[in-house]
């Protein structure tokens, strides 16, 4: 039965991962040269402290290239929820290739839950709550996975902005299966929520249009020389990015990081 709080049903994901099964695994690998992640890094980088014993669940995990970092980078036990199962499987294959102690789950998020004892001092999501109609729910589910004063680090693509218009124009079907939520739509849903602190949020990078498609939709339109050109525009302006302001026009993406308050805060004591 299909979900009508979702805008993506599960069998797009399917018949996007049955698409790349015999492709070679993707580089997971987000080092200090990855300009895409530099802005988002900057943000996330001032809340996060390296301990082993931080357990970390990341959301819509595929292909792992975050699990690889929160490991990498802080020594995190990391885990993944994926609900279709070849992308799970892809998922834990990347980290595994990389010697990354990785447990990559394959469930609905809706019907995961954990002890209380086991829950998350980190819940990340990328990419995932604009694929609701209401975010509500899906950022109750984030929430019930996180300890107290654990971290919850959600960001999306802001289609509110030049992303989104190139987007609606090239690939107007994947437009539509996103829900066009602004920092302020974010933050408001956030704030229903009487235990969850938030430390930072609003429009995050300079100018990338990752999020628009418009690359891998030029690179199937045109000559390879021609895509080359635009594609080494692309990667100038974001090496030369920092100039630019975080707004809602320019900026690919919205983010925030929060926090669980402890359950008795809730009630004022």
């Known amino acids: 039965m299909s979900d009508p709080n979702n805008l993506c049903e599960n069998e797009f994901w399917k018949d996007q991962f049955w698409k790349i099964d015999d492709e070679p695994l993707p580089d ?12 988002q890094e900057k943000v996330i980088s001032k809340y996060l402290v390296a301990d082993p014993n931080t357990r970390c669940l990341e959301i819509g995990c595929c292909p792992g290239r975050y699990l690889w970092y929160f490991h990498t980078k802080y ?67 984030h929430i019930d996975l996180l300890a107290p004063e654990g971290l919850l680090i959600i960001w999306v693509p802001n289609h509110r902005g030049i992303c989104g218009w190139i987007l609606r124009l090239i690939q107007p079907d994947f437009f539509a299966m996103h829900n066009r939520m602004s920092w302020k739509d974010l933050k408001g849903a956030l704030s229903e929520f009487d235990d969850i602190e938030i430390l930072e949020g609003g429009y995050w990078g300079k100018f990338n249009l990752a999020p628009s498609n418009f690359l891998p939709w030029l690179r199937s339109k045109v000559y390879y020389y021609p895509y080359r050109v635009v594609e080494k525009l692309h990667n100038l302006a974001l090496r030369w990015g920092h100039y630019f302001p975080d707004t809602r026009v320019t900026s690919p993406y919205l983010g925030v990081v929060a926090r669980r308050r402890k359950t008795e805060d809730k009630f004022g004591k």
């Open 75 to 141: 020594q995190y036990q990391v885990f993944g929820i994926e609900y279709v199962e070849k992308a799970a499987a892809r998922t834990q294959a990347a980290l595994d290739q990389h010697s990354i102690p990785a447990k990559i789950l394959c469930e609905d998020l809706f019907n995961y839950s954990v002890p209380v004892e086991d829950r998350f001092q980190v819940v990340c999501s990328v990419g995932f709550v604009e694929h609701y109609r209401d975010i509500q729910e899906p950022l109750q589910k």
């Open 28 to 39: 997971i690998r987000l080092d200090d040269g990855n300009l895409e992640f530099r802005e």
